[in-house]
């Protein structure tokens, strides 16, 4: 199912109709300030099951999860109080934060060292999506078995949309990755330079 969303102004009633996809265990692909990502409910084993599938991804390698803002952050990881400032000044924006999870995290989504990949894109499809679904949505970008990462929507839709239940057509975007930064213990560590300006942490 291809869902045309406008990207400036989400309509309510479609970001509601994604969210009921969700809620029955659905897989989306939707837009963000990065690239497309495919994602599902963080609490659904089975669709995250499916989406590790998909990727042909190992499974010690988990996914990282969308949140609405730093108050729903707070509910799924542990936020100091050098965290919390360092992600207020940066999100909504292209970054992944590594944080420590919280017991409301699913195992599924934690690495051993119980640590968890945590965005807040400055999107609106994504940032209504979230609120509207009330948990986070699993975020990983879209690829071909070879690695190719796809960023339009349609094509998408061509090659996936057999195996997974809706894709949103929110227009183009950036089509380059997120920039990943550890947080864990108030260290903060560049993972990768993506979007996000990391100069701050050099």
Avoid: W
Avoid at 168 to 192: M, N, Q, T, W
């Amino acid at each position: 199912m291809l869902i045309t969303i406008n990207a400036e102004n989400p309509q309510l009633r479609l970001i509601r109709k994604v969210s009921q996809i969700l809620e029955d265990g659905g897989i989306i692909v939707y837009p963000t300030d990065t690239q497309y990502g495919m994602g599902c409910d963080i609490t659904n084993k089975k669709a995250i099951e499916k989406i590790y599938r998909l990727k042909h991804r190992n499974h010690k390698k988990p996914f990282s999860f969308i949140c609405s803002d730093l108050k729903n952050i707070s509910q799924y990881a542990k936020v100091s109080n050098y965290a919390y400032k360092t992600m207020k000044r940066l999100l909504p924006g292209p970054y992944t934060f590594i944080l420590e999870g919280s017991r409301l995290l699913p195992k599924i989504m934690l690495t051993k060292r119980r640590t968890a990949g945590i965005r807040v894109p400055d999107h609106p499809i994504c940032l209504a999506l979230v609120r509207a679904f009330g948990r986070p949505v699993v975020s990983t970008t879209v690829t071909l078995e070879a690695g190719q990462v796809l960023s339009d929507p349609l094509l998408i839709h061509d090659l996936l949309g057999s195996q997974i239940d809706a894709v949103i057509d929110g227009g183009p975007v950036p089509g380059k990755p997120s920039s990943v930064v550890s947080l864990i213990g108030d260290a903060p560590e560049i993972i990768r330079i993506g979007l996000g300006d990391v100069s701050i942490f050099q």
